[in-house]
């Protein structure tokens, strides 16, 4: 080790699979070069403590972000709008996220496409897109626009095989796209995940065994669990290979419900489906032309209707312990490592251990608030970024 070499020690170091006591990390420019015991640490290193009872963690990864800073991603599909949306994100521990386009035109979507290829290794916050329609059930629109909910022409398929985004993820509902779609896309490599869809169990059955593995916001705009049709619920919670985002912040899902669903087998992700108002200064924003208002937690249209939230991921990792009780271990590997595995970064992001990136995140355990924050090994809260 020489100096190009730095090290942040803590009293505690979750790497993503185990709490270490006394522990450093050390960066090597971008990457993690090792964690060890700080007694380990050779002198020549150049070192910061962090205050006495700071958990250091992974980054988090966010797979469902629609707008923050004052920005929604459909109004401002842009370089400069995605690059709001990830700073204000950033302060609350998001190291990196998937800028989010719910339902819309083809021009929008290709516009999203280009900005996003534009940041793909330059802004390391941005890892690819999620596309949240517009191939989703009518019946369970949420606030999508019934306007833009449709099934999907060959021109969209070759659109999706050729964008050059990074990671993709698309959300579909299943029973609205022709056999072989699923399979096709997901064997480029695009993450398909199950939502606003009124699939039975055997359709979503169907669709995992064609390459399905996500299901977004769980629970939420699908079909509901019952005794004679388990529908898409059940098909995710009992398999292992399978991945759910919840959105925990007591207004989207009962907390009961999400306890359930994490006796499953299937890995959870905490996501946020964050709104302008995240990290902005006001508390309404446009969507489709109508006014959403955020109050108490709660982004809704004025019929009721919700419209993603107002969550942060650390407020998302909060909520993870004190509403549904689990240890902040596994809340912390719902917010990176979950995410990261189910997007196929695994290898290099979501945990702290050698040749991962350095995306770490700085917790106070008690409030789990994120004071300190590393992006590619850099300090991002230190230069206090907007
Ligand atoms: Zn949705």
Same mark, same amino acid.
């Given at each position: 080790?020489n100096?190009?070499?730095?090290?942040?020690?803590?009293d505690?170091?979750?790497?993503?699979?185990?709490?270490?006591?006394g /522990?450093a @990390?050390?960066?090597e420019?971008?990457?993690?070069?090792?964690?060890?015991p /700080?007694s380990?640490l050779p002198?020549?290193i +150049?070192?910061r403590r962090?205050?006495?009872g700071?958990?250091?963690?992974p980054?988090f990864i966010?797979?469902q !972000?629609?707008?923050?800073?004052?920005?929604?991603f459909?109004d401002?599909?842009?370089?400069?709008?995605?690059?709001?949306i990830?700073?204000a994100?950033?302060?609350?521990?998001?190291t990196?996220?998937l800028?989010?386009?719910?339902?819309?035109?083809?021009?929008?979507?290709?516009?999203?496409?280009s900005a996003?290829?534009a940041?793909?290794?330059?802004?390391?916050?941005?890892?690819?897109i999620h596309?949240?329609g517009p191939y989703?059930s009518?019946e *369970?629109?949420? !606030?999508?626009?019934?306007?833009?909910i449709?099934e999907?022409t060959s021109?969209d398929?070759?659109? %999706?095989?050729?964008a050059?985004s $990074?990671?993709k993820?698309?959300?579909?509902?299943?029973?609205?796209v022709?056999? $072989?779609?699923?399979?096709?896309?997901?064997?480029a490599?695009?993450?398909?995940s %199950?939502?606003?869809?009124?699939?039975t169990?055997?359709e979503a *059955?169907?669709?995992? +065994?064609?390459?399905?593995? =996500?299901?977004?916001?769980?629970?939420?705009?699908?079909r509901?669990?019952?005794s004679?049709e388990?529908?898409?619920?059940a098909?995710a919670i009992?398999?292992?290979t399978?991945?759910?985002g919840m959105? @925990?912040?007591?207004v989207?899902?009962?907390?009961?419900?999400?306890r359930?669903a994490l006796?499953?087998?299937?890995g959870a992700?905490?996501?946020?489906?964050?709104?302008?108002?995240? $990290?902005g200064?006001?508390? +309404?924003f446009?969507l489709?032309g109508?006014?959403i208002?955020?109050?108490?937690?709660?982004?809704a249209?004025s019929?009721?209707?919700?419209?993603g939230?107002s969550?942060?991921?650390?407020?998302? !990792? &909060?909520n #993870? @312990?004190? %509403?549904?009780? !689990?240890?902040l271990?596994? /809340?912390?590997r719902?917010?990176?490592?979950?995410p990261?595995?189910?997007?196929?970064?695994?290898?290099?992001?979501g &945990?702290?251990?050698?040749? #991962? &990136?350095?995306?770490?995140?700085?917790i106070?355990?008690e409030t789990i608030?994120v004071? =300190?924050?590393?992006i590619a090994?850099?300090?991002?809260? /230190?230069?206090?970024?907007p």
């Amino acid at each position: 080790m020489n100096g190009t070499h730095q090290a942040l020690i803590a009293d505690f170091v979750f790497d993503g699979k185990s709490v270490r006591r006394g /522990a450093a @990390v050390v960066m090597e420019g971008p990457r993690i070069a090792g964690v060890l015991p /700080a007694s380990e640490l050779p002198n020549s290193i +150049s070192t910061r403590r962090l205050p006495d009872g700071t958990w250091l963690a992974p980054g988090f990864i966010d797979v469902q !972000v629609n707008g923050g800073g004052d920005v929604l991603f459909n109004d401002e599909p842009t370089v400069d709008g995605i690059r709001t949306i990830a700073a204000a994100h950033r302060r609350f521990g998001t190291t990196s996220l998937l800028p989010t386009l719910i339902s819309d035109t083809p021009e929008k979507t290709n516009a999203a496409l280009s900005a996003v290829s534009a940041l793909i290794g330059k802004d390391p916050s941005i890892l690819g897109i999620h596309l949240e329609g517009p191939y989703l059930s009518p019946e *369970k629109p949420g !606030v999508h626009s019934l306007q833009y909910i449709r099934e999907p022409t060959s021109d969209d398929e070759q659109v %999706l095989l050729r964008a050059t985004s $990074g990671v993709k993820v698309l959300t579909l509902a299943p029973e609205r796209v022709p056999k $072989g779609f699923i399979g096709r896309l997901a064997n480029a490599g695009v993450r398909i995940s %199950l939502g606003h869809s009124l699939a039975t169990y055997g359709e979503a *059955k169907a669709a995992m +065994s064609e390459g399905l593995t =996500g299901f977004t916001h769980l629970f939420n705009a699908m079909r509901p669990l019952a005794s004679r049709e388990p529908g898409p619920i059940a098909a995710a919670i009992e398999s292992p290979t399978a991945w759910f985002g919840m959105i @925990v912040d007591g207004v989207h899902v009962d907390p009961a419900m999400l306890r359930l669903a994490l006796r499953g087998e299937a890995g959870a992700m905490v996501v946020t489906d964050a709104m302008p108002p995240v $990290g902005g200064k006001s508390a +309404s924003f446009r969507l489709y032309g109508q006014e959403i208002k955020c109050e108490g937690g709660r982004c809704a249209r004025s019929d009721g209707a919700l419209a993603g939230s107002s969550l942060d991921m650390a407020g998302a !990792v &909060r909520n #993870c @312990v004190r %509403l549904l009780g !689990v240890p902040l271990e596994s /809340a912390l590997r719902f917010a990176s490592e979950h995410p990261a595995r189910f997007l196929g970064v695994g290898h290099w992001l979501g &945990r702290l251990a050698p040749g #991962c &990136r350095a995306d770490i995140v700085a917790i106070d355990p008690e409030t789990i608030e994120v004071f =300190g924050v590393w992006i590619a090994g850099h300090d991002h809260l /230190a230069e206090n970024e907007p």
